[in-house]
């Protein structure tokens, strides 16, 4: 079974610029988890969408925004990028109907702003 | 609200026992898990407790839980080098969805 997949790995951009970060869940997972890892900073939860809303946000301002598409796939898009946006990246799929909703990670798309 | 602590590095030999610590801070029934996150890698679930459970034992792993202190431990017997890894611990209140994760703690296991 496939597990969680993102693109791109890497990703460079300028301060100012808008960042597309793109999760593909396991395959009959409907909820997806977005979180910031910075240095120094841990995980920091961002979003979470669950049948294709917006259910739940982290304290990250309004340019951290996404979607979920129909087949569950997500986007996360970062607007008007700051240097303290570099991170990684990762989002997680978790099943439905689970009491312990465990998460399954996917690797990470690094976002470098220079 | 939540806030989970660990200690942030923690260095073994090769064939000893590594315990790692975590201290969780919500007082309502919640879940608990570690997780691991080798170089460049995402993070791998490796186990979770329940917080009605004391402890959880899958092969060379042992969970232990004080819920009176509200401090969890991951045991990792005859650890290997391959073992070496930053290791979060993170919670999740039963009612929500969203995991509130410490800032991890960096094995490293010399041989």
């Known amino acids: 079974e496939a597990g969680v997949t993102q693109s791109p790995t890497h990703l460079i951009k300028t301060r100012g610029q808008q960042a597309t970060l793109r999760c593909s869940p396991i395959s009959g997972h409907t909820s997806v988890y977005w979180y910031q890892q910075a240095l120094g900073l841990g995980l920091q939860f961002l979003l979470w969408y669950d049948e294709g809303e917006e259910r739940n946000r982290g304290n990250f301002p309004p340019r951290f925004s996404g979607r979920q598409f129909p087949n569950y796939s997500s986007e996360l898009n970062v607007n008007a990028l700051e240097l303290e946006d570099s991170a990684l990246y990762l989002c997680?799929?978790?099943?439905?109907?689970?009491?312990?909703?465990?998460?399954?990670f996917g690797p990470g798309t690094r976002l470098t702003v220079l | 609200g939540e806030d989970v602590e660990q200690s942030l590095f923690l260095s073994v030999r090769e064939g000893d026992s590594s315990v790692i610590n975590c201290t969780y801070t919500?007082?309502?029934?919640?879940?608990l898990y570690w997780y691991k996150q080798e170089p460049g890698a995402g993070l791998q679930l490796l186990t979770y407790i329940f917080s009605n459970m004391d402890m959880k034992q899958d092969q060379r792993l042992t969970v232990l839980l004080n819920k009176k202190d509200k401090h969890l431990s991951l045991r990792i017997a005859d650890t290997q080098t391959g073992d070496s890894a930053i290791y979060f611990c993170?919670?999740?209140?039963?009612?929500?969805?969203?995991?509130?994760f410490g800032k991890g703690t960096m094995l490293l296991v010399s041989p």
């Open positions: 993170a919670e999740r209140p039963t009612g929500y969805s969203t995991l509130t």
């Open positions: 997680a799929s978790s099943p439905t109907g689970t009491s312990t909703l465990e998460q399954f």
């Open positions: 919500d007082s309502s029934s919640t879940y």
